[in-house]
């Protein structure tokens, strides 16, 4: 089976953020970067399903600066045997512009399975993956927690609010994925060394022009410190009239 | 969680102070990068934090036990000590045609530092299996490496180092476990190990002790030592595991501290069915033994480095949360209380825990970076100065990191008040832990006769002569980034040192027991103007890259180095001026006050 996973790169979340003097983009500075975490989940069942059928490839993308080259050569240190830098200096917000040039990378690759992350941790559009599959005309299933094949059909399981639902799909196909389906890995010494010497090609990414320009960034206003009004269930009162009359929300 | 240990820190002692990427340099480590060597650390970090760090209490709490006959260890430990060989932790330094990833050994001991900062009773095991196997990497034949190495590296096999005996625990040269040649060249082996460390465990299908041993009728005193693999099961050279090779449990030693790592009472051979192999030559075993005891000994104090850094760094983030008290000037009850951060006393206790903790880190990856440099630099000359050096630097790293970073550790619980005093928090069980540095491997007190009896008197001082030419060049740099008050400390400090050195060699050629009756002293004294030293040479590269106009977050971390430097030179090094003034008249008071008196 030849496997996809599309990957980006993002910032560390548990940070104060500060924004760039540009006032459109985060300041970077001392943040460190990895695979956002959906997109680790995918790519450690990628590799799980190839370990499971004992054969394939799996190829891991990703649209960026030649900074994303560090993110790749992670994802083939855990167990990715190639990797291809869509070349792109510079941020870019529009998800159809990224999904189309991901898209125009993607269609002549042959893949049985492309694999996204549910969304990237920073931006969190989480509609990459489904853009992609309508570019190609493939059949895409969102967040999935669990997957396993019969032949040329994939059977997958979504999580829903106190629930679950089982989706069958033929290959190829687009799927999203969700956290539960496998804890990623961390790669070994061995896959380290090893993804030194494994390929990663650089191409120019196939950019159209983008529909949607992000215009400011501002962080949320300072919460006030917190007041303490008194102690047990004497203090029910008082804060039951603060409740009303100054957050007004009951 | 806290970080234990601070990946900023890491990367400047790495790369800007002791400049590892030059290795990549070199021939046996030309494949590598500083990407590959972040990522590595990365990983270790991950094993630290996934298979180390949640396990650290219960490993504390639920010694190992004796249950019909089998050694239980606490349930978490076979996976860890499984994702350690998987990851390649183990095999770290070895040679790429064994197996190995032929990392560096600054590296490697970097990467290990994040296992010992999370749990050091658990980081123990795969730490003896990398040491014994070392052991045979260096000096057991080609077939010896071929048939332990592979099962060793990848987690099959354990390690042990099995030195000491009931009576010979110090002196080595005392040992009586005993050799009986074989026809067919195997030995017999028969005697008891205390204290031996890892030395019976399910985590492994079988445990490589690595054992000094007498062989029948051999010289008495260390030259008659000789060095064997005794496994617990039979191995063959077919690579089947065979029968038990009776070494048997006498017992579990209960300790202070470390105590996930179990303590044994090994009896081998009783009835005469023990076999090892020699490795080596006969003889040659305690040469062998120390000659890997620089590394040893190193980890040792990388250990006591890991434990006092990770106790900084939980005091650290406590203090900016905890509110306690107003400034003295502050005169108004009613005012908030301050994050006891602000108090001048907690900044004095927690400089003390971090110029412990960052120093220790400093010399034993300096150390570890001269084991590299005795191993592959380029030039004969090069390599035999970093081996003079090693040998003057190693009883230091082994003890100062345990001595000093005890008094780390106890500032930083200080700081926490009673409640790191409490088992709820961390620091009490790293004050525990650490304790059995100063003691393993060569007690502190021996190592102090190392260093003045040995170290600084072989070839005519050539290993202090070493010293002081790195000492002259970071006095030089210090000055040349205008750093005048730190050069003036560092170079008076050394100064002085060699002044007492050479007063006590004079003591020691009239009468030995005279001139090392205060060796520990000596120790302190020597230990204080390394640590100078090396604090000195991290404020000189961080004025360096103040100069070239760091911002923010890293402006904050290189002017914290430069102050801690000045916080060490003006309130740690002056205690030397005491100590040199007792060494100079070498006092008797200790010496002459007789067993009755006590
Ligand atoms: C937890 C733990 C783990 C250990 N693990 C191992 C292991 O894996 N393998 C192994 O082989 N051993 C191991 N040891 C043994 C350890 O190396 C010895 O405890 C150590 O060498 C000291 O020996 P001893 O305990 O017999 O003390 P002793 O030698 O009896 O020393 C007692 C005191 O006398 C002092 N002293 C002794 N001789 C002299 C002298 N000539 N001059 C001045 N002072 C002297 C010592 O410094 C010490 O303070 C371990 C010990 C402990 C506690
Ligand atoms: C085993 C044990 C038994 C105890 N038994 C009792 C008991 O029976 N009854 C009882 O009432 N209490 C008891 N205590 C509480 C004990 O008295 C407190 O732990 C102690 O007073 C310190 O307070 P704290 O732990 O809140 O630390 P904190 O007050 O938070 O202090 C933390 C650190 O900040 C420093 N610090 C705080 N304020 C200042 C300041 N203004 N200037 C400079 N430094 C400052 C402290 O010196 C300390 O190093 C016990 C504690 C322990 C550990």
Redesign the interface.
């Known amino acids: 089976m030849k496997i996809a996973v599309c990957i980006k790169r993002v910032p560390d979340m548990d940070v104060r953020f500060k924004i760039a003097p540009s006032g459109t983009a985060v300041d970077e500075?001392?943040l460190k970067f990895d695979i956002s975490d959906f997109d680790g989940y995918a790519v450690e069942a990628a590799l799980q399903i190839k370990e499971k059928l004992n054969a394939g490839e799996v190829v891991v993308i990703s649209l960026g600066g030649d900074v994303v080259q560090?993110t790749l050569?992670?994802a083939m240190?855990m167990g990715a045997d190639r990797a291809v830098q869509l070349k792109a200096d510079g941020t870019h917000v529009d998800s159809f512009a990224i999904a189309s040039a991901l898209a125009a990378e993607l269609k002549d690759g042959g893949y049985d399975l492309i694999m996204f992350g549910r969304m990237s941790i920073d931006t969190a559009h989480g509609v990459t993956g489904a853009i992609v599959a309508e570019l190609l005309g493939l059949p895409c299933v969102n967040a999935i927690s669990k997957l396993e094949f019969d032949g040329r059909t994939a059977k997958m399981r979504r999580e829903l609010e106190g629930a679950y639902e089982l989706v069958e799909c033929a290959l190829p196909a687009v799927v999203t994925i969700d956290e539960g389906i496998a804890r990623p890995r961390?790669?070994?010494?061995?896959g380290?060394?090893a993804?030194?010497k494994k390929p990663l090609e650089s191409k120019p990414a196939q950019l159209p022009a983008a529909r949607l320009s992000l215009d400011a960034l501002a962080l949320p206003p300072e919460r006030a410190a917190g007041r303490i009004i008194g102690e047990g269930t004497a203090a029910v009162p008082e804060l039951v009239r603060l409740l009303k009359e100054e957050a007004k929300v009951l | 969680m806290s970080e234990l240990l601070h990946p900023r820190d890491l990367q400047f002692l790495l790369y800007e102070l002791l400049d590892v990427e030059a290795l990549t340099a070199r021939p046996r480590f030309a494949e590598q990068s500083r990407e590959i060597y972040d990522a590595v650390l990365e990983t270790a970090r991950a094993v630290a934090e996934e298979h180390y760090f949640p396990n650290r209490k219960r490993n504390d709490q639920e010694e190992p036990q004796i249950v019909d006959g089998v050694v239980v260890t606490q349930s978490d430990l076979k996976p860890a000590y499984a994702a350690t060989a998987e990851a390649g932790i183990i095999a770290s330094t070895h040679d790429a045609e064994r197996g190995g990833l032929q990392l560096p050994h600054t590296i490697a001991g970097a990467a290990i530092a994040w296992l010992e900062a999370a749990n050091i009773g658990s980081a123990s095991y795969p730490m003896l299996t990398a040491g014994a196997s070392n052991l045979i990497a260096a000096f057991g034949s080609e077939a010896q490496k071929a048939k332990w190495l592979p099962p060793m590296l990848d987690g099959r096999f354990g390690g042990t180092m099995a030195l000491t005996e009931p009576d010979a625990g110090s002196a080595l040269a005392d040992l009586r476990t005993t050799a009986y040649p074989n026809p067919d060249g195997t030995y017999r082996i028969e005697g008891t190990k205390i204290w031996i460390s890892a030395g019976e465990h399910q985590l492994t299908e079988n445990i490589v002790h690595l054992v000094l041993a007498r062989i029948a009728g051999a010289p008495a005193g260390t030259k008659g030592i000789s060095l064997f693999i005794v496994p617990k099961r039979r191995y063959a050279d077919d690579g089947v595991l065979g029968a038990s090779n009776e070494i048997v449990l006498g017992g579990l030693i209960h300790k202070m501290g470390w105590r996930g790592t179990t303590s044994t009472l090994l009896n081998f051979g009783e009835r005469g069915h023990c076999l090892g192999e020699l490795v080596g030559e006969p003889h040659h075993g305690l040469a062998y033994m120390f000659h890997m005891m620089n590394e040893a000994r190193i980890g040792v104090g990388r250990a006591a480095t890991a434990m006092s850094y990770a106790a900084y760094r939980y005091a650290l983030e406590y203090t900016r949360t905890r509110k306690q008290g107003r400034l003295p000037a502050e005169k108004d009850p009613t005012k908030p209380p301050v994050a006891i951060i602000e108090h001048a006393d907690i900044r004095r206790m927690l400089l003390i825990a971090k110029c412990a903790a960052e120093g220790s880190l400093a010399l034993v990856l300096a150390c570890a970076r001269l084991v590299d440099d005795e191993q592959t630099a380029a030039t004969e000359a090069e390599r035999a100065e970093a081996h003079l050096l090693l040998e003057f630097l190693t009883p230091i790293a082994k003890s100062w990191p345990s001595i000093y970073g005890q008094e780390g550790i106890s500032n930083a619980l200080q700081c926490m008040g009673g409640y790191g005093y409490a088992r709820e928090y961390d620091i009490e069980q790293l004050y525990r832990d650490n304790r059995l540095n100063q003691i393993h491997e060569g007690t502190n007190g021996i190592q102090a006769l190392d260093l003045l009896g040995r170290k600084v008197m072989q070839q005519q001082g050539a290993a202090v002569g070493a010293f002081m030419r790195r000492i002259e060049a970071a006095v030089a740099e210090a000055t040349a980034a205008g750093l005048t008050d730190l050069a003036q400390s560092l170079g008076e400090a050394a100064a002085q040192m060699v002044t007492v050195t050479k007063s006590l060699g004079r003591e020691m050629q009239a009468d030995p027991t005279r001139g090392l009756a205060n060796a520990s002293v000596y120790m302190e004294l020597v230990s204080r103007v390394v640590f100078a030293w090396l604090w000195t040479r991290q404020a000189t590269v961080g004025t360096r890259a103040l100069a070239h106009g760091a911002s923010g977050d890293e402006r904050a971390f290189y002017e914290g180095k430069v102050a801690a430097a000045r916080f060490y030179a003006r309130f740690e090094l002056p205690k030397n001026g005491p100590d040199a003034a007792l060494l100079l008249r070498n006092d008797p008071a200790a010496l002459e006050f007789k067993d009755a008196w006590f």
């Open positions: 500075t001392g560090e050569r992670k240190s961390y790669p070994s010494l061995k380290i060394m993804a030194k």
